[in-house]
């Protein structure tokens, strides 16, 4: 039972490309959602999303695509990357609410913007 | 506009003595609220919760505190011990919007020999 994995751990990007964060859980939750965290900022929503196909934004969602197909995936898509997207990027995976009220996240991705 | 606020960035701790971090909070419709341990290069790891219909709930040596009417909660780790050096965050949402965990900053908790 992995949990919720993410990769890479880290990655350098230049001004203007683009990537995507992977996020998988094989917990079979129906929520997921991905946060950043940036210093005395906490941890801030960016999208999440209730099930295979449903997605909405959170905090902050500019500059950042989402999509879910399945379950088990929850990628996340910088179109084109700036410096101001520079952070930790978090991805969970949580129950409905009549379930056990908590989030799993992942260990994180170091995400550098030159 | 931050709906939760973690006031108190840093909080150093005598091992054995008592941590108290707070968290206060402006949305009134909140009525679920988490409390997370980190450590560095690691996911947030779930510690302790509580529902708006409670005002107490312990887990061990951990006790989390709602004060409704000052929108306020603070989480009590007694004794505090070395493997409790670590950020804490605390985080808030309503049930009508599972899914829009609300989070504070932080506090970093420093518990010395």
């Known amino acids: 039972n992995a949990g919720v994995t993410q990769t890479p751990k880290f990655q350098v990007l230049k001004t203007g490309q683009s990537m995507t964060l992977q996020c998988a859980q094989d917990?079979?939750?129906?929520?997921m959602s991905w946060y950043r965290q940036d210093p005395g900022m906490g941890l801030r929503l960016i999208h999440y999303?209730?099930?295979?196909?449903?997605?909405d934004q959170g905090e902050v969602p500019n500059g950042y695509n989402v999509s879910r197909s399945t379950t088990e995936d929850f990628p996340l898509r910088l179109l084109s990357a700036a410096p101001s997207q520079t952070s930790v990027y978090f991805c969970?995976?949580?129950?409905?609410?009549?379930?056990?009220?908590?989030?799993?996240f992942g260990p994180g991705t170091r995400l550098l913007v030159l | 506009d931050q709906q939760v606020k973690q006031n108190s960035p840093s909080l150093s701790v005598q091992e054995g003595r008592i941590s108290i971090l707070n968290c206060d909070y402006t949305?009134?419709?909140?009525?679920?609220f988490l409390w997370y341990k980190k450590y560095p290069a690691e996911g947030p790891t779930f510690l302790i919760s509580?529902?708006?219909?409670?005002d107490k709930n312990e887990d061990g040596r951990f006790t989390v505190f709602l004060n409704k009417s000052a929108k306020h909660l603070s989480l009590h780790i007694v004794p505090s011990q070395p493997g409790d050096s670590a950020v804490y965050f605390c985080?808030?949402?309503?049930?009508?919007?599972?899914?829009?965990?609300?989070f504070g900053a932080g506090t970093q908790v420093v518990v010395t020999p």
């Open positions: 969970a995976s949580f129950s409905p609410p009549q379930g056990e009220k908590t989030q799993y």
């Open positions: 917990m079979n939750h129906e929520y």
């Open positions: 999303s209730v099930g295979a196909g449903i997605t």
């Open positions: 949305n009134s419709m909140f009525d679920y």
């Open positions: 509580i529902s708006s219909i409670k």
């Open positions: 985080a808030a949402l309503t049930t009508d919007s599972w899914g829009k965990f609300q």
